[in-house]
């Protein structure tokens, strides 16, 4: 075969072969997709809309210039939403037990209790995800969220349901919009043109920005001379959440924002006139990092402050003269601003709403007027029951759910029927309890049945998973011979089968054409598949392994998958895989003591004792989740109450940049592999790119920590320029070195017997009379050590992502990998399942100890600025993604080097020995993604379904895809440059 037939046919046999891994990415997608659309369903919502002409109780008609169905309070609103405003912000503390949040915003306190008929101060609890978007649901709808809405807190849409900024609007009020742009998402075209400023809120490093615009706009506005240009104005300031996120609720700068806040809201008070309710709240609040998202009660505990130039507010008890000092004492649910601002101000109640009327705001100066509060409490529960009625009857996909709402609907209305005759006997504080416990129970039903699951599109998401688990397992496992060669075969088959069940699927009704078109393509792409199994069926293997080696990689994946049904064993995942780390460096020790070569026996014990060490150095970085506590300690950050990295933390990336390329040069010297362009990249590209990394995250401590506030522009620029030239070198001189470069060899002249032997040198005459000889150094490491070259270019680009001790875990992680080249060479393992099962292990292991959790609030979104002064798509979500799963993708790249590394450049098979390596690896996260979607369907009604079992089912689907497309099209594509490079000076072979 010539050289270029022979590239001709490796290139084909390589196209075919990421087609069909690319087809198995598709399954992948099709079977999460339909689960999920299944799964993580909206709630029932009702397109009703609540009339001004349509009151939902008898005798509560009005018109809209009194008050459609209550006579109204108010004729104008400024409604202030700090977000992230935590309760206890609020709440003034001795100066021997304050925090830097404490005794900052003072004003809502001091008017609270100074005048309590004219102002209250409650906390606010908000109903998780606690993600903004979902609670500026939450507070315009009066309804609950759910968990698809957590997935979707940066790409909101617009609300279509009835909501109380389009009742603002179908009543013809004046709306203006000031601060955090999610409002326009969600509310298209409700906003005055003119007067809406609208900013950016996705950039949490940014404190200054948003606030001072509001500020700057809504003053102006407040002015007597512009009052009638607006009916409601809406301020969002981002200023409080974006310190939390950025340095920690306890921080100076979350002290100087509050002072801030303070001062605007005096301001505030002092413009606002006498028919103008003045509302600051928070749509959440945060945990002890600054963080938010999940149901934690420092996360849920926001704060409500309302006030008035009249006294229109008042209290039931004395209990309650003053705010209590903690949210268990007396709180209202952020559902009930709903109903309470609709009425104060003369609007109708939307029609989903669950909440009912804040207690203070209708109670009357005296804090007796039962009567007024009796009515908007039966206005709201008849809207209520109105919409009770409506939902009960549409038929749920969950047929257990649906009968389960409709008895205890049926036990609710119990509460409703002996308010109504309550009511005609004139005991109004008793019909307010009444109607309080009607809404509590109706509300307490709806938590519990909220989520409508189609069970049917879930069941053919976990079919289609499953059977594409088990082809893939007979693909990566059980085909002898060289799995390259099925490609056209596999391909065609699964092609042809997902065309003929898509044309069946198209002629089902259109109700489930969707539905039935994506299911009838994966299925009859995986029975294509599995026909292509069956005709090669003698060359089928069983499936059952034949090694310790293949033992314990599927023990290991099984006993994952089973533990995924505990949330204990969910919660504290990362010890396990510890503990999985560590068996296997145990294991291989043993193993390396038993090669008959001294070689091999010293390199592998080595490398498998240092690969336990460095798994146990990885282990003391630490991110804690609430669950894990007080049994473990975070060391990620300076302190479990910061966002941001310890001064000592610094240093890490600067070693890292002095030791990690010494260290890669050490296994390259170790093949006589340190030649040529790998001289150029290990010894000045890497090392100069990993010092600028370094030099950016000093950047960072000095502008977070405002060491030279006098430079805080420059340094901003600055390191940005760092960063981004940063990541030019991994692309501008990484990636080009790779893909140019000649394999990394030199040449040695000499007599025969002045060349040491060394495994990885290859000796040839020089000329039959000459009497000299050359060694090819490097010769018999040529396609790992160029394969590798890849490993360390996208570790490059990584690293620069992480935080100070997420950037030093990642080189623990890189190191290890090298290591584990070494182990599987070593001991022979190059075609056995374990060093793909190992490489998935160690990227879930250091997901966590690069300072993330299968959490939503561990996500760190401010790595998408780290090279961008904005957002930039599909830049500033990529660079979310490399951050979150950076060791997951490393391993995945790495994958091709486990049957590469020490393999001489003639070695026939490495195309099909590639392809088995990445399918196991991708059969690894495959197993677990699968697992955790069957828990989560299990577990649907469980009482720590969105605390545990759902986050971690979304982490294990987003990270199988990733694995998914940085394995087909980064690890598969990279072995195809690496082994034309080296085919260029020894020809092709497959």
């Not at 002072?259 to 028919?275: N, P």
């Not at 060359?539 to 033992?551: A, D, E, Q």
């Not at 000499?750 to 495994?759: A, L, Q, R, S, W």
Request: hydrophobic letters at 45%; a neutral charge; charged letters at 15%.
């Amino acid at each position: 075969m010539d050289k270029k037939h022979g590239e001709t046919q490796f290139k084909a046999a390589h196209g075919l072969l990421v087609a069909f891994l690319t087809l198995i990415v598709v399954l992948h997608a099709l079977g999460i997709y339909l689960f999920t659309s299944g799964f993580l369903l909206t709630r029932i919502v009702l397109d009703h809309r609540s009339e001004c002409a349509a009151p939902p109780a008898d005798g509560a008609a009005g018109s809209p210039q009194r008050g459609c169905w209550h006579p109204k309070t108010f004729e104008k609103a400024v409604v202030v939403l700090i977000d992230a405003l935590r309760y206890d912000f609020t709440v003034p503390q001795p100066a021997e037990q304050a925090h830097h949040f404490h005794n900052a915003l003072t004003v809502l306190h001091e008017t609270a209790v100074a005048q309590p008929r004219q102002a209250f101060l409650l906390p606010f609890i908000a109903d998780a995800p606690t993600a903004t978007l979902q609670r500026l649901k939450g507070l315009t709808t009066g309804t609950l969220p759910t968990f698809v809405d957590a997935g979707s807190n940066f790409a909101g849409t617009a609300i279509d349901e009835d909501n109380l900024v389009s009742q603002l609007r179908r009543a013809r009020k004046t709306i203006v919009h000031l601060g955090d742009d999610t409002w326009h998402a969600l509310f298209p075209g409700h906003f005055d043109a003119e007067l809406t400023r609208a900013y950016d809120s996705f950039n949490v490093w940014d404190l200054h920005t948003v606030d001072n615009g509001v500020s700057e706009h809504v003053f102006p506005l407040m002015h007597a001379a512009n009052a009638s240009k607006w009916d409601v104005v809406i301020a969002h300031y981002l200023g409080v959440d974006h310190a939390g996120h950025r340095y920690g609720p306890d921080h100076p700068a979350m002290a100087a924002k509050l002072r801030q806040m303070d001062a605007v809201i005096r301001d505030m008070i002092r413009q606002l006139d006498d028919s103008t309710l003045l509302v600051v709240m928070g749509d959440h609040g945060m945990d002890a990092k600054g963080d938010h998202g999940g149901e934690s009660d420092d996360e849920i505990q926001a704060a409500l402050w309302m006030y008035s130039k009249q006294p229109r507010f008042g209290r039931s008890s004395p209990a309650y003269a003053a705010p209590p000092q903690t949210a268990k004492e007396r709180s209202v649910a952020q559902i009930d601003l709903v109903p309470t601002l609709s009425l104060l101000l003369g609007l109708p109640i939307p029609f989903n709403n669950l909440g009912r009327p804040i207690e203070e705001a209708f109670i009357g100066p005296a804090g007796a007027d039962y009567h007024n509060l009796a009515t908007v409490s039966r206005l709201t529960a008849a809207q209520i029951y109105r919409y009770q009625e409506e939902m009960a009857s549409v038929q749920s996909m969950d047929e257990v759910a649906r009968a389960s709402s409709l008895a205890s609907f049926g036990f609710a209305n119990d509460a409703w029927d002996a308010a109504v005759k309550a009511a005609d006997a004139g005991r109004f504080a008793h019909v307010y309890e009444l109607y309080t416990v009607y809404q509590q129970e109706t509300l307490d039903i709806c938590k519990a049945l909220w989520a409508s699951f189609d069970l049917p599109r879930m069941l053919n998401g976990v079919t289609i998973l499953t059977l594409t688990l088990v082809l893939l397992a007979v693909y990566a496992r059980g085909v002898a011979g060289d799995v390259s060669e099925l490609s056209p075969q596999l391909l065609s088959r699964g092609g042809f089968g997902a065309l003929a069940s898509s044309l069946i699927g198209a002629a089902l009704p259109e109700v489930s054409r969707q539905h039935s078109i994506i299911y009838a393509v994966a299925m009859g792409s995986n029975l294509g598949i599995a026909s292509s199994f069956w005709s090669l069926r003698r060359r089928l293997l069983f499936l059952l392994p034949t090694t310790i080696w293949g033992y314990l990689s599927a023990t290991f994946a099984i006993l994952l998958s089973v533990g995924f049904a505990a949330n204990s064993f969910t919660i504290w995942e990362d010890e396990i895989l510890l503990h999985f780390l560590s068996t296997f460096g145990l294991l291989s020790t043993l193993s390396s003591f038993r090669q008959p070569n001294m070689t091999d026996r010293v390199l592998g014990v080595y490398h498998s004792v240092l690969f336990v060490l460095l798994s146990r150095l990885a282990s003391l970085s630490r991110l804690c989740r609430e669950e894990q506590m007080p049994y473990c300690q975070s060391t990620y950050y300076a302190s479990a109450t910061s966002s941001t990295s310890a001064t000592w933390q610094l240093v890490l990336p600067l070693i890292v940049a002095l030791l990690l390329p010494t260290f890669i040069r050490g296994y390259y010297d170790g093949t006589l592999s340190y030649q040529n362009s790998a001289i150029m990249w290990l010894g000045f590209g890497l090392r100069f790119g990993l010092l600028l990394s370094a030099v950016y995250w000093t950047l960072d401590a000095a502008d977070d920590g405002e060491w030279y506030p006098s430079y805080g522009g420059m340094l901003k620029t600055l390191k940005t320029v760092i960063a981004q030239v940063t990541l030019a070198i991994a692309i501008g001189v990484g990636a080009p070195t790779f893909i140019w470069a000649k394999p990394f060899l030199n040449i040695e002249e000499g007599p025969p017997h002045t060349h040491k032997p060394h495994p990885s040198k290859q000796i040839v005459p020089k000329g039959p009379n000459s009497g000299a000889s050359i060694a090819v150094l490097g010769y018999g490491n040529v396609h790992g050590s160029r394969y590798a070259i890849l490993i360390t270019i996208w570790y490059l680009a990584l690293a620069l992502v992480q935080k100070p001790m997420g950037a030093g875990a990642l080189a623990l992680c890189a190191w290890q990998i090298f290591s584990l080249l070494e182990i599987v060479a070593t001991n022979q393992l190059a075609s056995s399942a374990i060093g793909p099962v190992i490489l998935s292990l160690m990227g879930s292991f250091h997901f966590f100890k690069t300072g993330h959790q299968a959490t939503l609030s561990s996500i760190q979104w401010e790595s998408a600025f780290i090279p961008l002064h904005t957002i930039r798509y599909p830049w500033s979500p990529l660079l979310v993604v490399m951050n979150t799963f950076g060791a997951q993708i490393l391993c995945a790249v790495a994958v091709p080097a486990l049957v590469l590394w020490k393999q001489q450049p003639r070695k026939k098979g490495l195309l099909g020995d590639v392809a088995r390596a990445v399918a196991t690896h991708i059969l690894f996260y495959a197993s677990v993604s699968l697992a955790t979607t069957m828990w989560a369907g299990h577990l649907r009604r469980h009482l720590m379904l969105y605390r545990i079992f759902s986050p971690r089912f979304m982490m294990g689907a987003m990270v199988l895809l990733v694995v998914d497309l940085v394995s087909v099209f980064v690890a598969v594509v990279g072995m195809r440059v690496s082994s034309l490079s080296v085919a260029e000076v020894f020809g092709v072979t497959m």
